[in-house]
């Protein structure tokens, strides 16, 4: 009966412990990792790691709640670029922030991007638009392409009567 009494108190000693050690481990994640998740459009002009996109282009910030490993990028990436109009996805994990480029004239919606997210099994935290996609910059690229092509064109022959 000893024996089992010691074999108790050293489970509830480990126990003990292991809470203890849990505890800091969350405080030292606490302490490191801010309550509120970094704003995209104020951080994006003065990071340097962010690229802005092109002229004509758009650009989303996403952030991505429980991101943890440089793995699950590619899974998000490969969702992303799965939308019809998307260009280029970046990811900075720090951060869990995807930087999404937007074709000209493409039209992507906030339920696209959530629903890109979802299918990666992740949590959306929030979209922030820095720059919707340039329907101008569409519009005169193909009002010169189509001038060019009927000036190209062969002409059909009127038909004989």
């Known amino acids: 009966m000893i024996e089992i009494k010691k074999w108790c108190a050293f489970g509830m000693g480990l126990v003990a412990l292991g809470a203890l050690a849990a505890a800091s481990v ?31 282009y758009g650009e989303v910030h996403v952030i991505i709640l429980g991101v943890t490993a440089p793995f699950f990028v590619f899974g998000i990436q490969k969702r992303f670029q799965e939308i019809p109009g998307v260009e280029k996805v970046t990811f900075i994990l720090e951060e869990g922030l995807a930087d999404v480029w937007i074709k000209p004239g493409a039209h992507v919606t906030d339920e696209d991007i959530a629903k890109a997210v979802r299918s990666a099994s992740y949590s959306l935290g929030k979209i922030v638009w820095i720059r919707k996609p340039d329907e101008a910059t569409v519009a005169h690229a193909a009002a010169s392409s189509a001038g060019s092509a009927s000036a190209t064109s062969p002409t059909t022959p009127a038909p004989r009567n």
């Open 26 to 56: 969350q405080e030292a994640w606490a302490a490191s990792n801010p309550a509120t998740p970094p704003q995209a459009d104020t951080a994006a002009p003065t990071n340097p790691r962010y690229v802005t996109a092109p002229p004509g």
